[in-house]
């Protein structure tokens, strides 16, 4: 039977997520990094279908799903957050036809800035993006390190912070045009609804001058502040705000070229886990006031 492409429905997404899952770590697993996902439910999928329907695809074959891709537009940026193939399907021209579809989403929505983030070590999917126009950009490595080891050699931070509360959307949404050249209010209001996150203003005084998102999880992102030289002691007040957390493991997300962020990490002792890289049809964002908090997110 002939492969299909069609929008995805509510009830599949969590199908989708398992398809994503077992397609990140067959690769993870191809380059010697171990299993690097795990099936969590798919709350920005849902999230984000209910927002944007236009961006999520479903490759199907007699009612098997083959691929899954996912891109959301926030003003004119679009990213790419998933596109993955079911490992016995690779190289048949499913990921590209799926790729086509998010990208008319792009074209729909009249977003002339696209990004997404992939894999370093993926020869194929970069291969795929660069025919579309999507060039690499920026490195990014995911770091962790024990909560115990981070808890040994944790300084103290130097910035205020304060619960994160939904009169602080217009501050989250300059910070963010700042360092990303766009809002992404309905991002924010979407972590904020998740109980498994605590968002932080930083303020020093009066002013306003960066947030940061902690999950139950340890994991730090996203981060962002007004300005680079506020990103050393923004990043160690989420060190010890992640540690708070609880849990065994403290991780984040963080761009190559944010050096103050990376020594901060490396010199607490954090191990480099997975390289990623970001692709985009031109340089964008500033990335040395801004920490992802995944490759789907951004
Ligand atoms: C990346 C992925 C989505 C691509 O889907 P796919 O169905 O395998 O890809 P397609 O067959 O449609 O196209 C792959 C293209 O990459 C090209 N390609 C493959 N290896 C390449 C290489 N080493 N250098 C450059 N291009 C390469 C192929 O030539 C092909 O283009 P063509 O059809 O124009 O010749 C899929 O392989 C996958 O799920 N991989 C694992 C997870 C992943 O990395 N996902 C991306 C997350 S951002």
Redesign the pocket.
Known sequence: MPVVYRPAREHELERAEQLVVQ??N??TQRHGFGKMASLRPAHFQSFSLRDDPDGLWIAEDGGDIF?FAFSWVCGDLWF?A??????G???????????ARTLAHAETKKATRKA????AF??????????HGLLPRLPLNFLNISRDTLLNGLQNASIQSAALKATDLQHLSDIDAHALGTSREKHHRYLMSDSGMTGFLLHSGDECIGYLYVNSEGHIGPLAVTRADIMGPAFQTALKLAAEQGSAQVTAFIPGTNDAALKIAVDHGMRITFPMLMMSSANFGDWKCYLPRN?GFM
């Open positions: 397609s990140i067959d690769l691929g790419l998933e596109l993955f193939v079911a490992p399907q690779q190289g048949r021209g499913i990921g590209n036809e799926l790729l997404l983030i992939t894999f993926n020869t194929v999917s970069q291969g795929l993006y660069v025919q490759p």
